[in-house]
């Protein structure tokens, strides 16, 4: 199958974005770089059926999103839990900020683990998010604010200089 040109621009621009968004939402580079691949794949293949371009990066975005709730549904996360985290002397570096923030975030379900990321991080509206998931704004007000709440609690026991604003 030849590779339109149109297509290799889109992919060259939006691969990136991608590929944090799915690492914030799998918390594991080499995770991310697959499910990267995959929605790039799959909007490859619906290239000719997307109408407009415009539309390219929703169908991308919510192929990403899709291939990573699916993936969570099928095989069980690796990770182990351990009982504590360890001590860390001094001021927080910005790395280790976000090693507590990405922590926290891994410990949230998969779907609103995906609202959080499209929300805040992807800086999408309530009406966006439900519409990229298939749920309800309502179901995304409500995952969101439960999210919230247990990154908060998980942030003020982990790192009290760590709060999330109101």
């Not at 939006?14 to 799998?26: D, G, H, K, V, Y």
């Not at 998931?133 to 919230?148: D, E, I, N, Y």
Request: charged share 25%; proline share 5%.
């Amino acid at each position: 199958m030849d590779c339109p040109e149109d297509f290799i621009e889109f992919a060259a621009v939006e691969m990136t974005r991608l590929r944090r968004t799915a690492f914030l939402l799998c918390g594991d580079w080499h995770a991310a770089e697959d499910l990267t691949q995959i929605a790039l794949t799959r909007t490859l293949l619906a290239w000719r059926r997307i109408a407009r371009r415009e539309n390219a990066h929703a169908y991308a975005h919510r192929t990403l999103v899709n291939a990573y709730l699916g993936q969570r549904k099928t095989r069980r996360a690796g990770e182990v839990p351990i009982p504590s985290v360890p001590d860390i002397a001094g001021q927080p570096t910005m790395t280790d900020l976000r090693v507590v923030l990405l922590d926290a975030l891994s410990t949230l379900p998969p779907q609103a683990r995906a609202i959080v990321v499209l929300r805040y991080w992807e800086d999408q509206s309530v009406e966006q998010v439900a519409e990229l998931l298939r749920c309800s704004t309502s179901s995304v007000k409500t995952q969101s604010a439960r999210a919230l709440q247990k990154l908060r609690a998980l942030l003020d026991q982990s790192r009290p200089e760590l709060t999330l604003a109101d």
